[in-house]
């Protein structure tokens, strides 16, 4: 009975530091991901403003670019 209380414990201290380490890569890849969409709604914000038509569609597109930029380049907000 000893014999497998011990392995358990042991067997799980094991598993549980890859599975830390696996975490940490996945939250590198989703902040790296994060900044590069950040590069393409800032610049796709700003052309879309310097080139926008007057109407209410351009505006919408125009707020959904912000909306985007704002969400990739503040995750936390």
Do not use: H
């Amino acid at each position: 009975m000893k014999n497998i209380i011990l392995l358990t414990l042991l067997s799980t201290l094991a598993f549980s530091g890859f599975f830390k380490e696996s975490e940490v890569k996945v939250d590198q890849v989703q902040k790296e991901e994060a900044a590069r969409l950040c590069k393409i709604y800032t610049k796709k914000a700003s052309d879309y403003k310097a080139e926008m038509r007057d109407d209410q569609f351009a505006k919408a597109t125009l707020k959904n670019y912000v909306r985007l930029e704002t969400k990739y380049c503040n995750p936390n907000s």
